[in-house]
């Protein structure tokens, strides 16, 4: 069971470690501002889709610390890796509709251009950079 107060408290301060006032906060996550007046006053408890729209838009908050406060804010994360580490190809592999466009592709000196790159990460999100 949520506790009110304390999850009040949880959203203040996670209000504060983004310098968000309730409304700006409220903005961010596309909500009613007075969604957040209630939630800070105890009034109400945060539905499913309040919770996970935070978990969402702020990448440095646990589902379980803001829930019940275990676990840390903000959360521990990985480094970032740089430009360089992300475009820096590990194995190419291309794929051609067919054979004889492969040997055309193969004789070709002109370097391919990059359209996009997926990032997929262990927890199932993906990050995708465009061109």
Do not use: C
Request: glycine share 4%.
């Amino acid at each position: 069971m949520i506790n009110n107060s304390e999850f009040a408290d949880r959203l203040k301060q996670l209000m504060d470690y983004y310098q968000l006032s309730a409304s700006g906060f409220a903005d961010r996550i596309q909500i009613q501002r007075s969604s957040i007046s209630h939630l800070l006053s105890g009034r109400n408890k945060p539905s499913l889709d309040f919770v996970l729209r935070v978990i969402k838009e702020f990448n440095e908050v646990e589902l379980y610390w803001l829930l019940n406060g275990k676990g840390s804010f903000p959360a521990k994360t990985l480094p970032t890796p740089t430009d360089q580490e992300i475009l820096k190809p590990v194995s190419i592999i291309e794929k051609s509709p067919n054979k004889a466009s492969d040997e055309t592709n193969m004789s070709s000196d002109q370097p391919k251009k990059i359209e996009r790159i997926v990032i997929f990460f262990e927890d199932g999100t993906f990050k995708e950079y465009l061109k």
